[in-house]
């Protein structure tokens, strides 16, 4: 078996392990490390992105801290402390969700850049790989973070229900 960096050339002795293959045949496996960005790969990252858009109400998060920020403009605004901070705190929390989206968002468009340039031979595989790997771990805890919100907002309703 040789590696040439992407895939394994491994010659057939025999008819018998590879049934229509003749003996001499050479077929060509993936290297376990090579990750083989594809366009494919590419395009589910950016529906996993889309899903959780969808998820995590991305855009009325949007709309919900312009409204948030509406009421911090009102010249009374500090004049009920308690308030003001919880307001200040949804939007603050708002604006984190977003950014986590956002910065996801940013990674997959670099992926796809990047995927254009190395097309075009501009940029090599391991620079593609790097960056679909930042990508990938982006959205990936990104969904991780979403799952405990999801398993603590579960929780916190539970208690709720108890103690009432």
């Not at 995590?56 to 312009?66: F, N, P, S």
């Not at 990938?136 to 108890?162: H, I, Q, Y």
């Amino acid at each position: 078996m040789r590696w040439n960096g992407h895939c394994a050339a491994v010659p057939i002795r025999s008819n018998a392990a590879y049934g229509p293959f003749a003996a001499g045949t050479v077929l060509l496996r993936p290297h376990p490390h090579a990750l083989m960005v594809t366009i494919d790969k590419i395009d589910e990252l950016k529906e996993r992105l889309e899903a959780l858009k969808g998820y995590l109400a991305i855009e009325d998060k949007r709309g919900r801290i312009l409204e948030e920020e509406k009421y911090t403009l009102d010249p009374d605004f500090w004049n009920d402390q308690k308030k003001a901070q919880q307001v200040m705190h949804r939007i603050r929390e708002l604006k984190r969700w977003v950014g986590l989206y956002e910065n996801v968002k940013r990674e997959i468009d670099d992926l796809e850049v990047t995927f254009e340039f190395f097309k075009a031979k501009e940029v090599s595989e391991e620079e593609l790989d790097a960056q679909f790997k930042k990508a990938n771990d982006a959205l990936e805890e990104l969904e991780d973070v979403r799952g405990v919100t999801a398993n603590l907002d579960a929780e916190e309703s539970w208690m709720e229900a108890v103690m009432a």
